[in-house]
C-alpha cells in the first residue's frame, strides 16, 4: 500500500501554510497544481514523487513530495518533506 495524504494537510505539515484553514483555502482557490493539473478539492490526495507547483512570497515554487509527514514539526523537519524542483 502507497503512502498517501491529504494535500491540505501535507501542505501545512510542510509549513507552507501557518494553518489547515489556509492551505484548504490556497486549494480551493485552484492556486495549487499537483503534476501540472488543478487542485480544487483540500481532500485531493498526494504521495511522495508528486510534483506540486505553487505561489511562494510573490514566486512560483516547484517542489518534489520526498514523505508525507506525520505531524507538523519543525522547520529542519517540514524541509525534510520536499525538495525544491529547478
Not at 2 to 13: A, F, G, P, Q, T
Not at 41 to 56: F, H, S
Not at 59 to 74: D, E, F, K, S, T
Request: hydrophobic share 45%; aromatic share 6%; charged share 30%.
Amino acid at each position: 500500500m502507497s503512502e498517501r495524504i491529504r494535500i491540505d494537510k501535507w501542505l501545512w505539515h510542510a509549513r507552507f501554510y501557518k494553518t489547515r484553514a489556509l492551505a484548504q483555502a490556497a486549494v480551493s482557490a485552484g492556486r495549487i497544481r499537483r503534476n501540472e493539473v488543478r487542485i480544487e478539492k483540500p481532500g485531493a490526495d498526494v504521495k511522495p514523487g508528486d510534483i506540486l507547483t505553487l505561489a511562494r512570497g510573490g514566486q512560483i515554487a516547484v517542489v518534489r513530495i520526498l514523505a508525507c509527514g506525520l505531524r507538523r514539526g519543525p522547520a529542519k523537519e517540514a524541509q525534510e518533506l520536499y525538495e525544491v524542483v529547478e
